[in-house]
C-alpha cells in the first residue's frame, strides 16, 4: 500500500516529545479516496479541532525514572494547524504555555483567531484535588510561525478547584468552587485583557456546560 504521507509533509518540534505522530488528514466524501495530510512528530496529549483549525498540545518527553526531579518551570508546547478548501493542512505556528494544559475543553481558536487555553500547575504524571488555573491567551504571528501569549487571567477561586469549563466563542465559562457551584462568566473579546464579567451560586453540584 502506498504511505500516507511523505517525509516532507511531517514537522518536527524543536524538542523532543516522543517517538508518536500525530496525522491530519482531509479526503473528500463524495469521490475516491485522495487524501490530503500534514503530520506532527508529536503525540497529542490535548487537541481542539474545528472546521478550519487544530491546535495540538504536547509534552516534552520525560523518561518515567527522572520524573522526581525538579519541573517547577514546565511548560507544554502548542502547535497550531489550518485546514483549507485545497491542498494539504498547512502547519501555521507554534509556541509553549506555563503549565499543563487542563483537558481538551481548555483549548480553543476564538472567533479572531486567538488561541485560548486554560493551564494548571500540575505536571502531567501527578494527581492533585487543588491546582492553580489560569486562562492564557496567544495571538499568532504567521510571518514568524510562532504562538505568543497576549494576555491571562485567574478565574475566580480557581486554585480551589476547577470543575469544568467551556470557551462559547469569546467568552470564556468557568465551574469552581464546592464540585462547581460557583459559575463564572470571563469575556475574552480583548485578549490582551481578559475581564471577569459576572459569577453566580447555584445549588448543587456541576461540573460540564452544553451550548443550547
Known amino acids: 500500500p502506498a504511505a500516507l504521507m511523505g517525509c516532507g509533509d ?3 518540534p524543536d524538542t523532543f516529545a516522543g517517538v508518536q505522530m500525530t496525522s491530519m488528514v482531509e479526503f473528500d466524501l463524495g469521490g475516491p479516496f485522495a487524501p490530503r495530510t500534514s ?4 503525540p ?3 487537541l481542539t479541532a ?3 483549525d487544530v491546535v495540538i498540545a504536547s509534552h516534552v518527553w520525560v523518561d518515567p525514572i527522572d520524573q522526581r526531579e525538579d519541573f517547577s518551570d514546565w511548560r507544554t508546547a502548542l502547535h497550531r494547524f489550518e485546514f483549507t478548501d485545497d491542498g ?8 509553549s504555555v506555563d503549565g499543563s494544559i487542563r483537558d481538551d475543553f481548555s483549548l480553543a481558536v476564538l472567533d ?3 488561541v485560548g487555553t486554560v493551564t494548571t500547575d500540575v505536571l502531567p504524571w501527578e494527581q492533585r484535588d487543588e491546582a492553580d488555573v489560569t486562562v492564557r491567551l ?11 501569549e497576549v494576555g491571562t487571567l485567574v478565574p475566580v477561586e480557581a486554585g480551589i478547584a476547577v470543575s469544568g469549563l467551556r470557551f462559547l466563542g469569546e467568552r470564556l465559562l468557568v465551574a469552581t468552587g464546592f464540585g462547581g457551584n460557583v459559575v463564572s462568566s470571563v469575556d475574552l473579546s480583548d485578549p490582551t485583557a481578559p475581564t471577569t464579567t459576572g459569577e453566580v451560586t447555584l445549588p448543587g453540584a456541576g ?3 452544553q451550548p443550547v
Request: charged residues 15%; negative net charge.
Open 10 to 12: 511531517v514537522v518536527v
Open 112 to 114: 479572531d483567531g486567538v
Open 207 to 209: 461540573a460540564y456546560f
Open 44 to 46: 497529542a496529549e490535548d
Open 50 to 52: 474545528t472546521a478550519t
Open 138 to 148: 496567544l495571538a499568532t504571528d504567521a510571518a514568524a510561525r510562532t504562538l505568543d
Open 88 to 95: 494539504s493542512p498547512a502547519y501555521l505556528a507554534s509556541g
Open 39 to 42: 503530520a506532527l512528530l508529536a
